[in-house]
C-alpha cells in the first residue's frame, strides 16, 4: 500500500481559489503577509502518476497559500508548481543532470526578493506573489549544483548558507549569498561519497556538516529514490569555520537526521547541536516501501573543537519531527524550540531547551498536525514574543484549517482558525511571508 496516495496524504486533483474565508476566534490583526506550505502532489504525467505507486519524496510539488490581513483571512489557492522545461540550456550539474529536472516540493523560502521553491535534487524554482511559477533560478547563472531544501539566513548579516549534492565529484559543495540574493561563494567540501545529506547547521562560526550512513546506491536507480542505510559507512559530525576551510570530523554513533531544530556555541567554545534522531532500525522503518511508523526524538550533540570529541544526549522520549524556532535565533543562542508531537492524537510542542522542560498543545480528536512556524511580534522583545501557523488536517479526511496559536501559552490552545476550502495534502515545510518584505 503507498501510505502516500491515501487519507491525509492522498493528492488533490486540480488548481482551485477562495475567497473570505472564515475565521473562527480572533487573527491577530499583525499578521499581514502570506503562509505558503510546499509538498508533493502527485499528478497523471507528473514524476509520480498517481496510483503507480512511487515514494512520496518523488511527488510534484504543490504550494498551498493563505493570505492574512487585519484580521481577515481574504484567500486561500494552491498551485502545482511548473517544473517542465522546453526552452533554454540545460543546466547542467558535475554528474550531468539536467538541474532544471526536478520536483521543487519540499520547501519555500524568501531571500533577495525572491520566493523560491526547493527541493535537494535540483535548482531552486521562483514563484511569483500569486503562487505561479516563473522558472528555475540559478543565482544568475552562478549557481551549478543543486541546491538544499534546508538553507539558513543569518539573522545579522542576512547572508544565505546552502549546499548542493552531486552523485559525482565533487559530491557536496557549499555556497552563500549575500543579502540582496548575489551568489558570493562556492567551495567544494571532500566527502569519501555521496550521502542524503538533507539537513545542515551553522553558527556564528561553524558550518556543521551531518555525514550519515544514508548513502547512494545505485542498484536502486528506477525502483525507488537511490539511497540506501549503510552502517558500514559510519557517521560523523563535521566542523568547518564559515569562511571555508579545513573540516574538523568528529564520529559519532549511526544515526540519521532530516531535521535540525538549531546550534549554537556556548561560553566554553563548544558547539550545541539540537536535531531529531533515528536509529537505524527507525530509519529502515520509515524508508520501507510501506513506510511504517518510525520514532525520533529530539536529541543534542555537545561537540568539542579542542578536544574532537560530541556527546550525545536524549532530550526527550516523545516521537516529534519537524523542528523549528524563532528565525532571528538561527545559529545564535536560543531557548525555544517548536516541534510536532508524532503520538496519540497530534499537536504542538514548545521545547525550553535551557531548563529541559515542555509544554504541549493536543488536538481533542485525531488530526494530522504540520509543521509550526514562528512569526515573531514586531512589539515582543521575549524570543517567544509571536505566533505559530501550521496546517491541521482532521484523519476523517475532511477540509483542513489553518491554525493560529499564540506562542507564548501554547497550552492555552488555538487563538484563531482558518477553515480552508479543502483538504490540504500532509506535506513538508512553509514560511511566512510578511507583507513588508515584498
Known amino acids: 500500500m503507498n501510505f502516500h496516495l491515501n487519507g491525509v496524504f492522498a493528492p488533490v486533483p486540480d488548481e482551485i481559489d477562495a475567497y473570505d474565508l472564515e475565521v473562527v476566534g480572533t487573527l491577530p490583526p499583525e499578521l499581514d503577509g502570506r503562509y505558503i506550505r510546499n509538498g508533493p502532489n502527485p499528478k497523471l504525467g507528473g514524476v509520480v502518476p498517481a496510483g503507480k505507486g512511487g515514494h512520496w519524496f518523488a511527488g510534484a510539488g504543490m504550494l498551498h497559500g493563505v493570505r492574512l490581513s487585519a484580521g481577515r483571512a481574504e484567500w486561500y489557492r494552491n498551485r502545482w508548481i511548473d517544473t517542465s522545461v522546453s526552452d533554454g540550456e540545460p543546466v547542467t550539474g558535475a554528474d550531468g543532470r539536467d538541474l532544471r529536472r526536478t520536483v521543487a516540493n519540499t520547501h519555500l523560502i524568501e531571500h533577495g526578493g525572491s520566493l523560491l521553491a526547493l527541493c535537494e535534487a535540483g535548482l531552486p524554482y521562483e514563484i511569483s506573489d500569486d503562487l505561479e511559477t516563473k522558472g528555475a533560478y540559478d543565482f544568475g547563472g552562478r549557481l551549478r549544483t543543486a541546491m538544499t531544501a534546508h538553507p539558513k539566513t543569518d539573522p545579522v548579516s542576512g547572508e544565505l548558507y546552502f549546499y548542493g549534492m552531486s552523485m559525482t565529484r565533487p559530491y557536496l559543495t557549499f555556497h552563500v549569498a549575500d543579502a540582496r540574493g548575489d551568489l558570493i561563494s562556492s567551495l567544494p567540501v571532500d566527502v569519501p561519497a555521496p550521502t542524503m545529506m538533507h539537513d545542515f547547521a551553522i553558527t556564528e562560526h561553524y558550518v556543521i556538516w551531518m555525514d550519515l550512513p544514508v548513502v547512494f546506491d545505485r542498484d536502486l536507480l528506477g525502483r525507488s529514490l537511490p539511497f540506501g542505510w549503510n552502517e558500514q559507512y559510519g557517521a560523523r ?177 488555538p487563538i484563531a482558525t482558518v477553515r480552508l476550502p479543502r483538504r490540504v495534502p500532509a506535506g513538508f515545510h512553509g514560511s511566512w511571508i510578511p507583507e513588508v518584505s515584498r
Open 237 to 413: 559530525l563535521g566542523l568547518m569555520p564559515r569562511t571555508g576551510g579545513p573540516v574538523q570530523w568528529i564520529e559519532i554513533d549511526p544515526c540519521y537526521v532530516f531535521h535540525v531544530g538549531n546550534a549554537r556555541e556556548d561560553e566554553r567554545g563548544r558547539v550545541l547541536l539540537d536535531a531529531v534522531r533515528y536509529s537505524g532500525a527507525e530509519f529502515g522503518k520509515f524508508w520501507s516501501p510501506d513506510s511504517r511508523p518510525a520514532a525520533s526524538h529530539l536529541h543534542r550533540w555537545t561537540i568539542d573543537p579542542v578536544r574532537g570529541t560530541a556527546t550525545e544526549r536524549q532530550l526527550d522520549d516523545r516521537n516529534v519531527e519537524f523542528p523549528s524556532l524563532n528565525d532571528h535565533h538561527v545559529g545564535r543562542a536560543n531557548r525555544y524550540l517548536y516541534a510536532v508531537a508524532a503520538d496519540g492524537n497530534g499537536g504542538l510542542i514548545k521545547y525550553d531547551v535551557r531548563s529541559d522542560t515542555a509544554d504541549i498543545e493536543l488536538l481533542p480528536t485525531e488530526h494530522h498536525v504540520g509543521e509550526a512556524v514562528f512569526v515573531p511580534s514586531r512589539a515582543g522583545l521575549a524570543e517567544d514574543a509571536g505566533w505559530l501557523i501550521n496546517i491541521v488536517t482532521p484523519r476523517d479526511g475532511s477540509a483542513s484549517s489553518l491554525v493560529v496559536s499564540d506562542a507564548t501559552d501554547l497550552a492555552g490552545g
